[in-house]
């Protein structure tokens, strides 16, 4: 994990996501988990491009439980947006590079 994403853990969730001044966007994902790992470097790309409009953040769902369950994930690769500390949007899975772009740019 670089400097553009950040880890979030069950502890640090509301303040870093839920009582945000900007939208978040919170990778739920495995270390075991392929299309996590795969999606990884693209959403790097994304906060690196769209900085200052929107965080990136990552909650490991092997070390974080209470979480994933509050937000009622599934599946992994799981990404969630918030927005005023409200859930605004969700794609689940390992999408293009533009397609969670546009998500992000229709949502914030």
Known sequence: MSTSTKA???????GEVLKSSTPVLVDFWAEWCGPCRALAPKLEEVANELGGKVRIVKVN???NEETPRRFGIRGIPA???FKGGQEVGQLVGNHPKDAIVDFLNKNI
């Open 61 to 63: 769902v092997d070390e």
């Open 79 to 81: 990404l969630l947006l």
């Open 8 to 14: 979030v853990t069950d502890s640090s969730f509301e």
